[in-house]
């Protein structure tokens, strides 16, 4: 089946961009649409008179307000009917392989989870395959209203041969080719922060501009963005925040630079310091909460910094200063209409009001609305397989319209 790698909005048709223009701005009105897109009011007529046709838009009743120009007439609105169609998400990493089942509204119909074996990680393609027959089996009423399939990688694709650009070798055999001629459903793929910003930007229409930065803190730190309904990026470092210098005189990072962000604030390098201080400090409370210093996970360094083991605060603290710098420059330099920050971490209260005042902070020296633009999101774990749904909606369906 057909694979697609990008969705330029620049060169969309005119029934994909009206269509796209109601996933984001419903309830809306045809007139609305018409200005907003520069297109003659017959045109949009015709276009949403075909969506309403094919039960993908519906018409939801009229609006409070009179139309312009037309006395006593109330405009009549507009929006997508969620269970018009459906697409499948999946996220794929070391820790798990997660599918998603969403209508186009981005509720989650159903859900598949699991922590990979090797052997599957080995069969990557193979392994993607049978998690989105399982998923489908489970709806087969669904039958050809599913869109396709999207896919959040652990890494960049390669648009060219279908493969995967990593640092890690083990998905050295993912292939998004392979992958499509084993389904029966067109695929799209993306790196999986990319994919969360995608998320964001069609199923959060509500608090989601069209101009934002999406910021990831996990096992590694990558930020993506949008712009002017376009994600942006055109090379495998665009988005690698992680790997940007916060010392030039701190730890050698896994890339080989000295003093990358990564070492100071992601998940793995934050468990990676609380180790050490297990192994080196007997009365941290982390020897309590751990049996053995390779049983520490994030939780366990959270549940310590809430015991106040003095260590354990003075790391994380100093994750949080420097990840709040490095969040600040960020909006500074991008300029965008909001910064989203996601992570496990900032779920704890205390930490995240930390961080909150420290972009602030940063960012006050002009103007202190500059602050209120920075949103620390709640955490979801599925975040990246439903993006990919996002992403396999946008361009399997929205922007593949003609």
């Not at 820790?95 to 969403?102: A, V």
């Not at 998690?131 to 039958?143: A, N, S, T």
């Not at 009365?283 to 910094?305: F, K, M, N, P, W």
């Amino acid at each position: 089946m057909a694979t697609k790698s990008w969705g330029n909005v620049r060169q969309l048709s005119n029934h994909a961009r009206v269509l796209r223009y109601i996933f984001r701005n419903q309830p809306v009105s045809r007139s609305e649409i018409g200005q907003d897109l520069n297109l003659p009011r017959s045109m949009v007529t015709g276009i949403t008179a075909r969506l309403i046709e094919q039960d993908i838009v519906r018409e939801l009743g009229k609006a409070d307000t009179q139309e312009d120009g037309a006395p006593g007439r109330r405009r009549q609105l507009l929006g997508i009917c969620p269970d018009a169609r459906f697409a499948v998400g999946a996220e794929i990493g070391v820790r798990h392989f997660r599918f998603c089942l969403t209508d186009l509204a981005g509720h989650v119909l159903e859900e598949l989870c699991y922590a990979p074996t090797e052997e599957q990680i080995r069969r990557v393609n193979e392994t993607l395959c049978l998690g989105v027959r399982q998923l489908l089996d489970r709806r087969p009423e669904l039958g050809g209203r599913v869109v396709g399939v999207g896919i959040a990688l652990p890494g960049h694709l390669n648009a060219q041969t279908g493969g995967m650009v990593s640092h890690a070798p083990q998905w050295d055999a993912f292939n998004l080719r392979a992958v499509a001629d084993g389904l029966d459903q067109p695929v799209t793929a993306e790196n999986n922060v990319r994919a969360m910003a995608y998320e964001r930007y069609l199923f959060d229409i509500q608090s989601c501009p069209e101009n934002f930065v999406f910021l990831h803190v996990g096992p590694g730190i990558f930020c993506s963005e949008f712009k002017g309904g376009m994600l942006t990026g055109g090379s495998y470092i665009s988005g690698e925040i992680g790997h940007t210098i916060s010392n030039p005189d701190g730890q050698r990072c896994e890339c080989g630079k000295v003093g990358c962000l990564q070492t100071y604030a992601s998940e793995d390098w934050i468990i990676k310091k609380a180790r050490i201080i297990y192994a080196s400090a007997p009365h941290s409370a982390l020897r309590s909460l751990a049996g053995r210093a390779e049983d520490i996970t994030l939780q366990t360094v959270l549940t310590a910094y809430q015991l106040g083991d003095t260590l354990v605060i003075q790391e994380l603290r100093e994750a949080v200063r420097y990840l709040a710098v490095a969040a600040a420059n960020l909006a500074i330099i991008m300029g965008t209409e909001k910064l989203c920050l996601h992570s496990r971490m900032f779920q704890h209260e205390i930490l995240k009001s930390e961080l909150k005042a420290g972009i602030e902070s940063q960012l006050t020296f002009v103007d202190k609305q500059n602050s209120e633009d920075v949103e620390i999101l709640e955490f979801h774990p599925a975040r990246a397989a439903v993006g990919a749904a996002a992403l396999a909606i946008d361009r399997l369906f929205i922007c593949d319209r003609s």
